[in-house]
């Protein structure tokens, strides 16, 4: 793109993001690359390519304190581009035991910002009793059920995640990784595989308090057993 006033801002929001769902990305290089990749999150690096950046930028870039590379790019007669570094954030010269201290430092920080607790506070009754059941049934599925809060909704994974919940102040709504087609009945449920939305799941359920739920937990065992 041109260079723009939003893309440091725009970016650094996608890195942020990115650094809030590890582990849903982590499950997705897993299903594209092998069970045995592994993601190291030691120096996670935003890369900006845009027609020309100005020094206004890199001097906000190397405000910020993040691994930042600022990259031009010139496009040519026969389909040929020409990348040139503009600016790139020296990596921080710190031992691995730092490092190690500070990544374990932030993961208690984020295990403690983003809990189940976290995500029910003023909710009211109806959402919090919904919720509750829907997690009891969940977690009952089988030993292997992770509990994974995030900062937009609360996960759940065996070998991956098979759905999430967003717990909202009317509803909650329910995702279900399990492809729309594979669903015996979709009644209730809505195909936002090309719609936005945060959760790693496309098949969406809306969920008012007092529903009856015995419908949902079919459709949610279904997208567990999918990926056993």
């Not at 006033?5 to 092998?34: E, P």
């Not at 359920?205 to 999918?226: M, N």
Request: charged fraction near 25%; charge should be negative; proline fraction near 4%.
């Amino acid at each position: 793109m041109s260079s723009k006033s939003n893309i440091i801002n725009q970016g650094l929001y996608y890195l942020d993001w990115l650094l809030d769902h590890k582990g849903d990305f982590q499950i997705a290089v897993q299903r594209w690359l092998g069970s045995d990749v592994t993601v190291s999150w030691d120096y996670a690096r935003l890369v900006l390519i845009a027609r020309d950046f100005n020094k206004y930028d890199r001097y906000a870039v190397e405000q910020i304190g993040r691994l930042v590379e600022l990259k031009s790019y010139r496009l040519y007669q026969n389909g040929l581009l020409y990348l040139e570094d503009v600016y790139s954030t020296p990596l921080p010269q710190i031992s691995k035991a730092t490092q190690t201290e500070a990544l374990d430092e932030a993961d208690i920080k984020a295990a403690a910002a983003y809990s189940v607790d976290v995500h029910l506070e003023d909710k009211p009754v109806g959402i919090q009793d919904s919720f509750a059941a829907l997690r009891e049934y969940i977690l009952s599925l089988g030993g292997d059920v992770i509990e994974k809060p995030t900062k937009l909704y609360i996960a759940y994974s065996a070998t991956r995640n098979f759905c999430e919940i967003e717990l909202q102040k009317t509803q909650l709504k329910l995702s279900l990784d399990i492809p729309y087609d594979e669903l015996s009945a979709t009644e209730l449920v809505r195909d936002v595989s090309k719609i936005s939305h945060w959760p790693t799941g496309s098949c969406q359920v809306i969920i008012k308090p007092a529903e009856e739920l015995e419908p949902v937990y079919g459709l949610i065992k279904e997208s567990y057993d999918y990926f056993q």
